[in-house]
């Protein structure tokens, strides 16, 4: 009896074990849907909200970001510390500003928002992750990091 209680608890374990982690909540696209056809959300980071913009045709997501220290791109001949980036399928690239004309809600923690083949997941703890394909970024405990190619 023992021997076939141990077998039972050690079968249980391991499918609980190889189960995948349960993926992040995905909200209904609509209700960040803006004119022009589309999306926008706010998340927190750093103490301060910031905005991001999904487009179609194609698919460009643009986010404000907290760009690592000393990291500058020349706009008009200037020097300038980018404040958003831009993200494709083709890869990534910095912005010097983003603007946006809406008002839009924000994406709560944990949640994510995956509309034209673009995801982002704002982070739990403040923070967001965003993808196109392969290309993408962390904004997370004061790092920024990046995946793909870098854009020109």
């Known amino acids: 009896m023992k021997r076939a209680l141990l077998v039972s608890t050690i079968v249980a374990a391991s ?3 190889a189960l995948p982690a349960a993926a992040e ?25 910031r905005v991001c913009t999904i487009q179609a045709d194609p698919t460009t997501v643009r986010c404000g970001v907290s760009a690592p220290a000393g990291t500058r791109i020349t706009v008009k001949g200037r020097s300038v510390r980018p404040e958003a980036v831009e993200v494709t399928d083709r890869g990534w690239r910095y912005l010097d500003t983003l603007t946006v004309q809406e008002r839009p809600r924000t994406l709560p923690e944990g949640a994510r928002l995956s509309v034209h083949g ?25 790092r920024f990091s990046t995946r793909g190619r870098t854009l020109g």
């Open 118 to 142: 673009a995801s982002c997941t704002a982070l739990r703890d403040n923070g967001l992750e965003c993808s196109v394909d392969s290309a993408g970024f962390t904004q997370e405990d004061g």
């Open 15 to 17: 499918f609980v074990v």
């Open 25 to 49: 909540p995905a909200v209904d696209a609509d209700r960040y849907r803006v004119e022009g056809g589309g999306y926008a959300f706010l998340y927190h980071y750093d103490g301060t909200k």
